[in-house]
């Protein structure tokens, strides 16, 4: 028989053992409950970039245990990006504040480089973009920049007055000339801050040596560009061109999909269903390959079969690069591998085969104004072969500085260009240099010490979609 005494022991036992283990879970079920701070706050904001990163970012497994909720948003991203990522940024759209400035808004990009043969260090103008405070003011490709902001350009100065540039809505160009081994001071000019908008491609038919060789130049891969070149592949298709030059040397890339419509009109044996490109994710992103064809309409901007109309059916193509040559370029000369020939001619590629894409707050109504384009994969082609974030190496080095004044883009003195016919010809072309050799022999570029365009492209990043 059970001892009522007994019984009351053990009940009275069972109870104290279940009150302290309530309270022994307790506090641990409260501490795992994330808090609840304020719409607005950078605690607020800082835990969703951290969960958004978890979800999504390549390198998510080494995200810190216990960030500093409390720094400013662009401060936190950056403090828990990883240390090999280059290229992942974080900005508030229309916010200028937030975004990392360039030379765009001035309309020009420009190169400062030192002497071979003396101490002068001078400014070369390599773009200036149409309907740009800079083309208005009459700047020009090739022009001579000597002073900036009234100070005169040397090794020790040429960053910080590049800094200077992008820290104003307005300042001043001084431009020179070489007379007798000497430069001269011309004039100056005043250029303020501008939108600018989408810049036009520049193509045409070279013939040479019975060869009738396509060049086409495009500064961006801006969404829709794809499209608004099937007039230009139509137009080369029409003269019936054997070869293709392909001018990216400042081209600092952008989608994807214009990327692969681009290719779907240059290369030969294309349709829809063609391996193209794979992703590599972490591990809930995994890995996946995708055709041309969804990769070149994702965007929904253009039809495959009217990229099909346009294609040109080459089984080689000459793409000029230097280091301003960047992302979605990129995945055009590796990706263009597979399928065809690719000759690089100029100078190494920045070296991005990763990719990102926009990640917002969703939410209804937003909570977050912050965006961020995180690094998401790495890329290869449809070969499996990516890994250039070194760079892509030429095939044929060629320095466009190497002649002075720089030549129009497009034109077949232009050394990129030059080497480019020369390489498909198998012959060299005879030009009219009798200015340049002038310029090039009382001054030798030498030391690049600034490259505004370089500095760009070390900004941007390859643009795609959420795979699914």
Same mark, same amino acid.
């Given at each position: 028989?059970?001892?009522?005494?007994?019984?009351?022991?053990?009940?009275?036992?069972?109870?104290?053992?279940?009150?302290?283990?309530? /309270?022994?879970?307790?506090?641990?079920?409260?501490?795992?409950?994330?808090?609840?701070?304020?719409?607005?706050?950078?605690? #607020?904001?800082?835990?969703?970039?951290?969960?958004?990163?978890?979800?999504?970012?390549?390198?998510?497994?080494?995200?810190?245990?216990?960030?500093?909720?409390?720094?400013?948003?662009?401060?936190?991203?950056?403090?828990?990006?990883?240390?090999?990522?280059?290229?992942?940024?974080?900005?508030?759209?229309?916010?200028?504040?937030?975004?990392?400035?360039?030379?765009? #808004?001035?309309?020009?990009?420009?190169?400062?480089?030192?002497?071979?043969?003396?101490?002068?260090?001078?400014?070369?103008?390599?773009?200036?973009?149409?309907?740009?405070?800079?083309?208005?003011?009459?700047?020009?490709?090739?022009?001579?920049?000597?002073?900036?902001?009234?100070?005169?350009?040397?090794?020790?100065?040429?960053?910080?007055?590049?800094?200077?540039?992008?820290?104003?809505?307005?300042?001043?160009?001084?431009?020179?000339?070489?007379?007798?081994?000497?430069?001269?001071?011309?004039?100056?000019? %005043?250029?303020?801050?501008?939108?600018?908008?989408?810049?036009?491609?520049?193509?045409?038919?070279?013939?040479?040596?019975?060869?009738?060789?396509?060049?086409?130049?495009?500064?961006?891969?801006?969404?829709?560009?794809?499209?608004?070149?099937?007039?230009?592949?139509?137009?080369?298709?029409?003269?019936?061109?054997? %070869?293709?030059?392909?001018?990216?040397?400042?081209?600092?890339?952008?989608?994807?999909?214009?990327?692969?419509?681009?290719?779907?009109?240059?290369?030969?044996?294309?349709?829809?269903?063609?391996?193209?490109?794979?992703?590599?994710?972490?591990?809930?992103?995994?890995?996946?390959?995708?055709?041309?064809?969804?990769?070149?309409? /994702?965007?929904?901007?253009?039809?495959?079969?009217?990229?099909?109309?346009?294609?040109?059916?080459?089984?080689?193509?000459?793409?000029?690069?230097?280091?301003?040559?960047?992302?979605?370029?990129?995945?055009?000369?590796?990706?263009?591998?597979?399928?065809?020939?690719?000759?690089?001619?100029? %100078?190494?590629?920045?070296?991005?085969?990763?990719?990102?894409?926009?990640?917002?707050?969703?939410? #209804? =109504?937003?909570?977050?104004?912050? %965006?961020?384009?995180?690094?998401?994969?790495?890329?290869?082609?449809?070969?499996?072969?990516?890994?250039?974030?070194?760079?892509?190496?030429?095939?044929?080095?060629? #320095?466009?500085?190497?002649?002075? =004044?720089?030549?129009?883009?497009?034109?077949?003195?232009?050394?990129?260009?030059?080497?480019?016919?020369?390489?498909?010809?198998?012959?060299?072309?005879?030009?009219?240099?009798?200015?340049?050799?002038?310029?090039?022999?009382?001054?030798?570029?030498?030391?690049?010490?600034?490259?505004?365009?370089?500095?760009?492209?070390?900004?941007?990043?390859?643009?795609?979609?959420?795979?699914?």
């Amino acid at each position: 028989m059970t001892n009522p005494i007994t019984n009351l022991k053990r009940t009275i036992y069972h109870s104290i053992y279940f009150v302290i283990l309530f /309270f022994t879970i307790l506090p641990s079920c409260k501490k795992d409950k994330k808090p609840d701070y304020p719409i607005g706050s950078n605690e #607020n904001i800082n835990t969703w970039i951290l969960d958004s990163l978890k979800r999504y970012y390549y390198w998510n497994e080494q995200l810190p245990a216990n960030p500093n909720l409390g720094l400013p948003p662009k401060d936190f991203f950056n403090s828990i990006r990883n240390l090999s990522d280059r290229f992942s940024y974080i900005s508030i759209p229309n916010d200028p504040t937030t975004t990392t400035p360039s030379n765009r #808004n001035f309309g020009f990009d420009y190169a400062t480089v030192s002497d071979q043969n003396s101490a002068n260090v001078i400014g070369i103008i390599k773009i200036v973009l149409k309907d740009s405070p800079a083309s208005r003011a009459g700047l020009k490709r090739g022009d001579y920049i000597s002073k900036i902001n009234g100070k005169t350009l040397t090794a020790t100065n040429a960053q910080a007055l590049q800094s200077e540039i992008l820290s104003s809505d307005r300042f001043s160009l001084g431009l020179a000339e070489l007379k007798n081994n000497t430069w001269t001071d011309t004039y100056t000019v %005043e250029l303020s801050k501008s939108i600018i908008l989408d810049q036009r491609e520049i193509s045409k038919v070279i013939e040479n040596n019975g060869k009738k060789i396509g060049y086409l130049y495009f500064l961006d891969f801006n969404s829709g560009l794809a499209s608004s070149l099937t007039p230009v592949f139509s137009n080369f298709k029409a003269e019936g061109i054997s %070869e293709l030059i392909l001018d990216l040397r400042y081209n600092a890339g952008g989608q994807v999909a214009e990327a692969a419509g681009i290719c779907a009109m240059i290369a030969r044996n294309i349709s829809f269903d063609k391996p193209f490109i794979t992703y590599k994710g972490n591990k809930n992103g995994g890995m996946k390959t995708e055709s041309i064809g969804t990769a070149a309409t /994702f965007d929904g901007t253009v039809n495959f079969n009217t990229l099909l109309q346009q294609n040109l059916g080459l089984s080689r193509v000459y793409i000029l690069s230097t280091a301003g040559t960047a992302s979605a370029s990129e995945v055009i000369i590796n990706n263009l591998k597979p399928f065809m020939q690719v000759v690089l001619i100029g %100078e190494k590629t920045r070296g991005k085969d990763e990719a990102s894409f926009r990640i917002f707050d969703a939410r #209804n =109504p937003k909570q977050v104004k912050w %965006e961020m384009h995180p690094i998401v994969y790495k890329l290869f082609n449809a070969q499996g072969n990516g890994g250039y974030s070194a760079g892509i190496n030429p095939d044929i080095t060629i #320095n466009e500085m190497s002649t002075l =004044p720089l030549f129009q883009l497009g034109d077949t003195s232009d050394p990129l260009v030059k080497a480019a016919i020369t390489a498909i010809t198998g012959q060299a072309i005879k030009t009219s240099v009798t200015v340049n050799n002038v310029v090039s022999g009382s001054f030798r570029a030498d030391r690049i010490l600034m490259d505004s365009r370089a500095q760009s492209a070390q900004q941007s990043t390859v643009t795609t979609h959420r795979l699914r």
